[in-house]
C-alpha cells in the first residue's frame, strides 16, 4: 500500500515544512491589543485620563495595522513610544528588527518564551538553520521549554536530516493539547516518510485522518433510513474507501453484505482489512455467517496444481478440507479435481458441497441440475 505522494522529490519536502512555519511566524503579527500591559487600563478619574487612554489604544491598533500591510518602520517608530514597554510591546519590536534587520538588534533581548519561540520560527522560515540551532541549544541550556518550542524544535530535526534525533523527539513529546497532538502526529508521518517506511506512514496518515479530519459515520448516517436507500451498496463502497478503519461504517458496511447474502465481498473486504491494515474485524461480523467467510481464502498455489496418478488423492485432501471445515480448500480441490479428471463427476460433487457450507444453495442446486444431464459419469469410467 503505497503513501499517497511519495513519489514526490524530497528536495519539496523541507520547502513544504517551511511552509508551515510560516503560518506559525506570522501569527505573531496578529497578537490583540487587549493583551498587551503597556497601556494603562480606562480610569473615570478625569477626562484626561481617559483621553490619554483612548490615544494610546488608537495608537495600538494603528501600530498593528502598519504591520499587517508590511510598513514595519512605522509601526516599530509607534511601539518605542510607550514608555515601559512591556513584554508584548518588546515581541513586536523583536518582530519588527527580524523582518528588517534579519536579527535581533541590541539593544533589544529575547527573554521570554513566546519571544525564543517567534525568533526559531523567523530562523526556520528563512532557512537559516545554523541560528535555528542556536536558539534551540540556548533553551536547552536555560531549561526553557514549551510544546510549542518542542514541536519546532523536532520540525528542525527533520529539516536537518536528523532523523534519530526526530525520533528521541517524537517519542518523548506528550500533550495534553489535541491542536498540539495534532501538530505531533503529523510531524511523525513526516518522520515515517522521509525514513520511507511507507507502511507505518500509511497508518499514521488514517491514525490522523480517523482522529481529527471527520465526524464519526454513525453521525453522518443513523441507520434505518440510510440503509434503505437504494444507492446504499455504492455509497458504503465509496465510504469504506475513505474511511477504512472507522467501526460503525465497518458495522453498517458488513450487515449491508449480509442481508444481501454476498459473502465473496464480505470476505474479501476482511482479508483485506487484515492484509493491508492489520486490523482484525471477523470478531465483529455476526457468528451465524458461513465459517468459510472468517478464514483466509485459500489459492491454487496452496496445492499442488500437477496431476495426480490417481484421483484417490483429491478425495484424500477433500475429506480432509471437509473434516477441517476448510471450505476455501475445499473449492480449490473440487476445481483441480474437475480439471485433472473431467470425465468423473466427484469434482462437481466437491463443488456442490461447498456451496451448501457457505450457504450458496442457488448454486449447488444449479450444478446439481447439470450433473442429470450428464447420465452415466462416475468414477469408473
Known sequence: MRLPGTHLSKQLIPTFLSLVGTFFFFQMICLSAATLNGPNKLTRSNQA???????????????????????????NRIWLTF????????????????????????????????????????????GDWEKAREITEQLSKIGLQ??????????????LGNYEKTKSLLESFD??????????????????????????ASRQLLKIESNYLYIPF????????????????????????????????FEIYSQNLIAERDWEALKNTLDAQEDLLGLNRKS??????PLSITQKSATPSDLNEEKPQS??????????????????????????????FPNLIDGDLYLVAYFEKIGEKEKADKILKRLRLKPGASRSQ
Open 83 to 126: 514608555p515601559n514597554s512591556s513584554n508584548k510591546v518588546k515581541t513586536h519590536l523583536i518582530l519588527n528588527s527580524l523582518t528588517l534587520k534579519g536579527e535581533v538588534a541590541p539593544p533589544l533581548r529575547i527573554e521570554t518564551k513566546e519571544q525564543y519561540l517567534l525568533v526559531l520560527r523567523y530562523f526556520i522560515w528563512r
Open 218 to 249: 454513525h453521525l453522518y448516517f443513523p441507520g434505518e433510513v440510510f440503509l434503505k436507500s437504494k444507492d446504499t451498496k455504492l455509497i458504503l463502497n465509496k465510504m469504506m474507501i475513505r474511511f477504512p478503519t472507522d467501526n460503525s461504517l
Open 146 to 159: 514549551s510544546d510549542e518550542i518542542r514541536l519546532e524544535t523536532i520540525r528542525l530535526n527533520l529539516l
Open 49 to 75: 485620563d481617559i483621553e490619554k487612554n483612548a490615544d494610546q489604544i488608537f495608537q495600538i491598533f494603528k501600530a498593528l495595522s502598519y504591520e499587517n500591510k508590511n510598513q514595519f518602520h512605522k509601526a
Open 311 to 340: 484421483a484417490d488423492h483429491y478425495d484424500l485432501q477433500a475429506r480432509l478440507a471437509l473434516q477441517n471445515n476448510q471450505w476455501e480448500k475445499l473449492k480449490i480441490i473440487a476445481q483441480l479435481y474437475k480439471k485433472h
Open 284 to 289: 465483529l461480523v455476526r457468528a451465524d455467517i
Open 175 to 200: 500533550s495534553h493539547n489535541k491542536q498540539f497532538q495534532l501538530q505531533k502526529d503529523i510531524l511523525l508521518g513526516w518522520y515515517f516518510v522521509l525514513i520511507e517506511n511507507e507502511q507505518k
